[in-house]
């Protein structure tokens, strides 16, 4: 649904495959997303020099103070990135109503970086990739 106004952040929650149904392990207090397109080069006499065209996009998501649901922890991610397996993950740009658009797709775990000071909540910032092009979805 279109909005007006400020637009609120969103939330990514990530998803581990557990006999066969997604569950909810994480989800990040802040992030970012992007969609970057990557393009060729190409010379032909017809073009009067080089023209470009866009290739494939990729989607990098980074996300920080990620903290896990009771039961998960910080080492089922790092297991998941070790096994070079990938989570799925879900993302939309503010809380989801209907008719709402998100987007989901199945990400790898790029980096995986956690700081424990003492007194203090452990936190955890981590770089995912796509493994395919995430999908547009309509709540």
């Known amino acids: 649904m279109s909005r007006q106004g400020i637009v609120d952040g969103g939330d ?11 569950v909810p392990i994480a989800h990040q207090s802040e992030c970012s997303i992007e969609h970057k397109t990557n ?14 065209f866009p290739d494939e996009t990729d989607t990098t998501i980074s996300v920080s103070s990620l903290t896990t649901f009771d039961g998960f922890s910080y080492m089922d991610l790092r297991a998941k990135q070790a096994a070079k397996e990938h989570v799925h993950i879900k993302y ?20 995986l970086k956690r700081a424990d000071n003492e007194g203090d909540d452990s936190k955890m910032d981590v770089t995912f990739v796509q493994k395919a092009e995430p999908q547009v979805m309509t709540k």
């Open 12 to 22: 990514i929650i990530v998803y581990i495959d557990v006999e066969g149904t997604p």
């Open 39 to 52: 393009f060729r080069e190409r010379r032909t006499k017809q073009t009067n020099g080089k023209e470009r």
């Open 92 to 111: 939309s740009l503010e809380t989801e109503e209907t008719g709402d658009k998100y987007e989901e797709g199945d990400f790898y775990i790029e980096s």
